[in-house]
């Protein structure tokens, strides 16, 4: 099949009378056809076989003319002269045996058509994202069913909506710090902002206060890395030090509460300092059930006393305790490393060799369980059961070897995370069920498992506290995001049982989940921590919510914003969180066109400044309903149009003329529909893309290449809908003047257009 790109680039002398001034047999006539085709030739052909065969179809019934037998839905068909030699294939057969058969030929798709559908299908996988199962465990906290939001309920200052179906205020409080946060482009300090959430709005206690005191414990608003990546040693160092001190100073409020407690029994007087407080603390928790050795201060065991300060993390006080014990020989390393320590805050190597040479000589006479606690503290791996009475000193005595070791790994620090995790697990840390969630969650916080703690607080129903410790960890860096936004909530290495990756999209998606649809300007406040966030098809996670919000709502003039009169654009709660909003709401616009939403798309274009899209989307759909007949949407397609042509700004010229050129097409539809024929022909001679005249034939196809593809679809249609009209006015001339008995008598002017034409052509 030709096309009109083909037939415009070529030009030669033959006219319409040489073409058709002789009749030669058929078989004749397809020998010279082959031989003298030439393109303008055919044109010429075809456009009268068009009329020819328009008129033969009108004559032969009264029913409508149907254009498709003489037109192509996509404009005219002009067939190849080339003779077609029939090709043939070798077929093996079951037997074995070789047939020759005719090729098939498969007909080829509309590679448009197929790019809209896949379009289509893509879009539908995007928002079948958000209806995901996204929280896989029953023992998730149940979420009331989304309600409907009205316009009349958005503030006009697009601050945080109040969901009226909210019983538990730490949503609110969470999400007025997380908007505020947004709003300050990221510049408020956000571990700030979740204190004030968390001790001072929501009245979080009990097992909660201890879980964010043990998140606040490690973040300090600072980078931890590329994604919480503990294979570096300064971020693991960095993890050591900081639950080290917390844990130290749990442990000093600890002996401050007990003897607050106890004032009259400590007798603690004025005496500052940790050594003071140790002493009043152990004249409280008198520990008699030891072996003391190596004398005593102030009536305290040396070793106990040595053991507190720097359990409490106050090794200045520890080192002057350590004067003591110059003259023990037995114990000099033991005491060297922790003056070491003391002034360095790490062991030295050669110190740390030493000390293990002495640890195994004092290992089998040292009674004083707070000397070998010491030992435990400095070495690791030592068995100090007398003094593992609790979480915290468990934790500690995992850790602080680490913390100063002075040849600090990666695997020392993964061993201590799989003893956590793996060899005590869930099972230890939770043995009496999900109220101890919170001995489980410590444990695997302080040793740098982020993932695991923040899935476990899910697991356990406290999704809340769950979503903003895992947004608060992945702004600050110190969480592995998973590269699928479809992955199970978390995913485990397996190479490594230690290393896990969260599902950040998966979880807020859960949580939003209950107030999307109620309460939109908090949704995107969560969305929008997802942006950078790709889909397995590509599409960013925050584009393609609020497009499905968009979608689901119908609230574009309140998400997106609007233009004003004058073609400005007033802006909409998007404009919140985006500088340029215009990509997100081209990316909605594009979606919107789609779902065949043809109106509310060329709007949204507009409104994303981009009146060339709007343009190209008009155009496509009035040449689409001009084809198919219907006028109510031409209708409204032309009020659009027209509505459009006022108020864009930018759009490219081309397509502003392939645009005006249809809305003009249709003026000529509409008066061959009222049967105004004569109107029809003046816009038709205006429009210069039908011939009516001979003279005017190889003027518009010299022309042809300048028409656009839109207003060539349209053509056919036109073709047959204008012929209609001038037979029908024709028609009625005839029998109003009954001035003769055939239908095209010479004193009609239209017919006698025809007939000129026909006679200048020889025909």
Excluded at 602 to 609: E, F, N, Q, R
Aim: aromatic letters at 8%; one cysteine or more; hydrophobic letters at 40%.
């Amino acid at each position: 099949m030709l096309n009109f790109d083909e037939i415009l680039g070529r030009v030669d002398k033959h006219s319409l009378p040489n073409t058709y001034s002789t009749a030669p047999t058929t078989s004749e006539a397809d020998a010279a056809t082959v031989r003298n085709f030439t393109v303008r030739a055919g044109v010429e052909k075809e456009l009268y076989g068009i009329l020819t065969s328009s008129e033969n179809i009108w004559s032969r019934s009264n029913a409508p003319v149907q254009s498709l037998l003489v037109f192509g839905e996509r404009g005219i068909e002009i067939p190849s002269r080339e003779i077609k030699q029939k090709t043939y294939e070798d077929v093996l057969q079951e037997d074995g045996s070789i047939i020759n058969q005719p090729t098939v030929y498969v007909e080829d798709i509309d590679p448009l058509e197929l790019e809209e559908d896949v379009a289509r299908v893509k879009l539908e996988a995007d928002r079948a994202f958000f209806n995901q199962m996204l929280i896989s465990r029953p023992a998730a906290a149940p979420m009331t069913p989304a309600q409907p939001f009205h316009r009349d309920a958005i503030p006009s200052n697009h601050s945080t909506f109040i969901n009226p179906n909210i019983t538990d205020r730490r949503e609110l409080a969470f999400a007025d710090k997380l908007h505020k946060y947004l709003k300050s482009g990221a510049k408020k300090n956000l571990v700030e902002l979740m204190k004030e959430a968390v001790f001072e709005e929501s009245g979080t206690d009990g097992q909660l206060a201890d879980v964010w005191n043990d998140v606040f414990a490690l973040m300090k608003n600072r980078k931890a890395g590329n994604q919480g990546d503990v294979e570096n040693v300064t971020t693991i160092a960095g993890y050591l030090s900081d639950a080290c001190s917390y844990l130290q100073k749990v442990f000093a409020d600890h002996m401050q509460q007990v003897v607050d407690k106890n004032l009259e029994l400590a007798q603690r007087g004025g005496v500052p300092g940790t050594r003071g407080l140790v002493h009043a603390f152990l004249k409280v928790q008198n520990d008699g059930d030891f072996e003391a050795e190596d004398d005593c201060i102030d009536g305290s065991p040396t070793w106990q006393l040595i053991y507190h300060c720097v359990r409490a993390g106050d090794m200045k006080e520890a080192a002057e305790a350590l004067m003591r014990l110059k003259s023990f020989p037995q114990c000099a390393t033991l005491v060297a490393s922790l003056n070491h320590v003391a002034r360095n805050g790490k062991l030295d190597a050669e110190l740390k060799r030493k000390l293990k040479v002495e640890w195994r000589h004092n290992a089998g006479h040292t009674k004083d369980k707070y000397k070998r606690a010491l030992y435990a503290a400095l070495l690791g791996s030592l068995e100090s059961a007398a003094l593992i009475d609790n979480l915290e000193n468990w934790i500690w005595f995992k850790l602080y070897p680490l913390h100063v070791d002075p040849q600090l790994t990666p695997i020392l620090y993964q061993e201590v995370q799989k003893a956590v995790s793996i060899d005590y697990g869930e099972q230890y840390f939770m043995s009496n069920g999900v109220s101890d969630f919170q001995y489980f969650f410590t444990a695997l916080w302080l040793s740098g498992q982020f993932e695991r703690a923040i899935h476990l607080l899910l697991e356990c129903g406290q999704i809340i506290d769950s979503v903003h410790i895992a947004i608060l960890a992945h702004r600050l860096g110190y969480l592995r995001i998973v590269e699928k936004s479809t992955d199970d909530m978390l995913v485990i290495d397996s190479s490594e049982p230690t290393k896990c990756r969260l599902n950040l999209a998966r979880l807020i998606v859960a949580y939003t989940k209950n107030f999307e649809l109620i309460d939109v300007p908090r949704s995107l406040d969560y969305w929008f921590l997802l942006r950078g966030v790709t889909n397995p098809s590509g599409a960013d996670v925050f584009e393609m919510a609020v497009s499905r919000s968009v979608y689901i709502t119908n609230q574009a003039d309140a998400i997106l914003g609007r233009l004003s009169a004058d073609g400005r654009r007033e802006n909409g709660l998007i404009d919140e969180y985006l500088s340029d909003p215009s990509d997100v709401i081209a990316r909605v616009a594009h979606d919107t066109e789609l779902t065949g939403d043809w109106e509310n798309a060329v709007g949204l274009y507009l409104l994303a400044s981009k009146p060339t899209n709007a343009a190209k989307l008009l155009s496509a759909e009035i040449s689409e309903t001009l084809r198919t007949d219907n006028y109510e949407r031409i209708r409204d397609l032309i009020a659009v149009a027209q509505s459009f042509q006022q108020v864009q700004r930018g759009c490219q010229p081309s397509e502003y003329a392939t645009l005006s050129l249809l809305v003009d097409l249709t003026a000529l539809f509409e008066h061959c529909r009222n049967e105004d024929a004569e109107q029809a022909l003046h816009v038709s001679h205006a429009l210069r893309l039908i011939p009516s005249e001979p003279e005017m034939v190889t003027v518009i196809i010299n022309e042809f290449h300048m028409v656009p593809l839109k207003v060539r679809d349209v053509l056919p249609d036109a073709c047959l809908t204008l012929m209609k009209c001038i037979v029908d006015f024709s028609l009625r001339q005839a029998n109003e003047k009954r001035a003769g008995s055939s239908l095209f008598a010479a004193n009609n002017r239209f017919v006698k257009q025809v007939s000129d034409f026909l006679r200048d052509s020889g025909i």
